[in-house]
């Protein structure tokens, strides 16, 4: 099952502006992570913020965390066309046998030049 | 440090056929998880090993089964297969525990059945 849902699906900007994707989630968690995948290939973590965490940064990257509204947002700024990729958030669930980090089905960011 | 990798990167099976898929995560980390991506549901978690012991698994069929090895590489196999288990896996490993720590994925096994 779903825990994390990103907004928008997808999304398309130009080179320079800033990219902005949402994650919301419906039960508690210790930990969000962000992930970044491009075609074809594997993912790549981007940044791990802890529930007891607000925001936090990481070159471009900037993710925040509200846990009374069960949301976080990841601020890419400066976009450049290597951006492109598909972005998830994953949360840990406890699903049947135990704890797992369980992904959203992603927001498709297209940066052109 | 070398990273995750994941064999073969492509096959094609024929329904009713198994597969084995192998894994080998970063050198030191003892947490191995598998997930399933497709385009209609996502990426779906499949299980997840921690010092050979199978510590999670996903809601997946029985034909579905892993195990991990005592130097940490891990395989899963997927028995009798069907037309729906064609498929991204993704192998991902981690320091810590899976869901507490940042996973490093592999490229996958793009598993297409026939």
């Known amino acids: 099952s779903q825990q994390g849902e990103e907004d928008p699906q997808a999304l398309s900007i130009q080179e320079g502006e800033n990219a902005t994707m949402n994650c919301s989630y419906k039960?508690?968690?210790?930990?969000l992570q962000w992930y970044r995948q491009n075609s074809g290939r594997g993912l790549v973590h981007l940044i791990l913020?802890?529930?007891?965490?607000r925001e936090k940064h990481s070159g471009r990257l900037r993710v925040t965390l509200d846990t009374s509204k069960k949301s976080s947002s990841l601020l890419i700024t400066a976009s450049r066309a290597a951006d492109t990729a598909s972005y998830f958030c994953?949360?840990?669930?406890?699903?049947?046998?135990?704890?797992?980090?369980?992904f959203g089905k992603g927001t498709t960011l297209s940066v052109s030049s | 440090k070398a990273g995750v990798t994941q064999t073969p990167r492509y096959l094609i099976k024929t329904r009713g056929q198994q597969v084995t898929l192998s894994c080998s995560p970063i050198?030191?980390?003892?947490?191995v998880s598998w997930y399933q991506q497709t385009p209609g549901q996502g990426l779906q978690f499949l299980f997840e090993y921690f010092s050979e012991t199978q510590r999670n698994k996903g809601n997946f069929p029985g034909r579905f089964s892993g195990r991990q090895f005592s130097n940490s590489r891990s395989e899963m196999n997927v028995s009798t297969l069907e037309l729906g288990d064609s498929a991204l896996y993704l192998c991902?490993?981690?320091?810590?525990?899976?869901?507490?720590?940042?996973?490093?994925f592999g490229n996958g096994t793009r598993l297409t059945v026939t």
């Open positions: 994953a949360t840990d669930q406890i699903t049947g046998t135990g704890t797992a980090l369980i």
């Open positions: 050198s030191g980390h003892r947490s």
């Open positions: 913020i802890r529930s007891n965490e």
């Open positions: 991902a490993s981690s320091s810590g525990q899976g869901y507490n720590s940042p996973l490093h």
């Open positions: 039960t508690s968690i210790n930990n």
